[in-house]
């Protein structure tokens, strides 16, 4: 069963409502439409992509919105309801979204990740030489929640900027620093490596905001 969280919709300007959902969901309440767009799919995508949309519908619902099909474009990002924005996200055994009306936000990107899961072999992957750097200097207890954060911040920006530009960007496109950590919590700021689509037109501070609950971490970040 999804349930609203507080926590997460903090992650994200006020009028941001989040659900999240611990577990696995079954694909019985999603409509033909959706049903349609994943029947091709392996059955654990199909209990993801149904997981995903039950977070969705619960945020959507707080927003006064019922009974919306929530398709995928063919690149894969959800086509919201007329005026709304949001994001998707799940990892294994949890999924969250986030919704919002479109007003001074643009739009919005949600990813969480289990912190096990980014273990040091993917740290090359994800990160930039100087990330990297930063990542074996911190203490050892904290370098794998941080490895993580920076992958879900990266994934979360990632997002937001797609669903704006379509543009496509690598993890060497973009630096992410830490700051302000606390109490499990704090914020990133997104450093481009190269000159960003999103940034021609109207260049903007890139800051978000994570938050570490149990076993993993989610990281949000609006665009304006
Ligand atoms: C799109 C991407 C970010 C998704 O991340 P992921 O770890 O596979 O999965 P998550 O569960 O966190 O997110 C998946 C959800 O994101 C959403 N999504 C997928 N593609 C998207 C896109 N292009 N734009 C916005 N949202 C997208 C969908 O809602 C999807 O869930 P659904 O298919 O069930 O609806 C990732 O697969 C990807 O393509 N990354 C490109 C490279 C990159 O990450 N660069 C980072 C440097 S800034």
């Known amino acids: ?15 941001a409502v989040a659900a999240q959902l ?9 409509s033909t439409d959706e049903i349609q767009a994943v029947s091709h799919c392996s059955e654990k995508r199909i209990r993801d992509f149904a997981a995903g949309r039950l977070c969705a519908r619960r945020a959507l619902k707080e927003l ?27 990892t294994d055994g949890y999924s969250a979204a986030v919704a919002i009306r479109q007003g001074s936000v643009r739009s919005v990107g949600l990813d969480s990740e289990m912190i096990a899961a980014v273990h040091e072999q993917l740290w090359p ?5 100087a990330e990297l750097e930063r990542l074996r200097g911190s203490c050892g207890a904290r370098r794998g929640e941080r490895a993580a954060v920076t992958f879900a911040a990266k994934e979360a ?20 620093e830490l700051q302000d950590e606390s109490g499990g919590g704090g914020t990133f700021v997104v450093v481009p490596q190269r000159p960003l689509l ?7 501070q890139l800051t978000g905001r994570f938050r570490r ?6 990281a949000g970040i609006a665009l304006c």
């Open 1 to 15: 069963m999804s349930e609203l969280s507080a926590e997460l919709a903090a992650l994200f300007p006020p009028g």
């Open 22 to 30: 611990h577990g696995v969901a079954q694909s019985g309440h999603l």
């Open 64 to 90: 006064g919105i019922e009974g919306f099909s929530l398709l995928p474009a063919k690149d894969r990002q959800p086509v919201w309801p007329a005026g709304i924005t949001g994001s998707i996200t799940h």
């Open 125 to 129: 992957r994800i990160c930039a030489p």
């Open 157 to 176: 920006f990632y997002k937001s900027q797609f669903a704006l530009t379509g543009e496509w960007i690598g993890f060497e496109d973009v630096v992410v």
């Open 198 to 204: 999103l940034q021609r037109h109207e260049p903007q």
């Open 213 to 218: 609950h149990g076993e993993f971490v989610s």
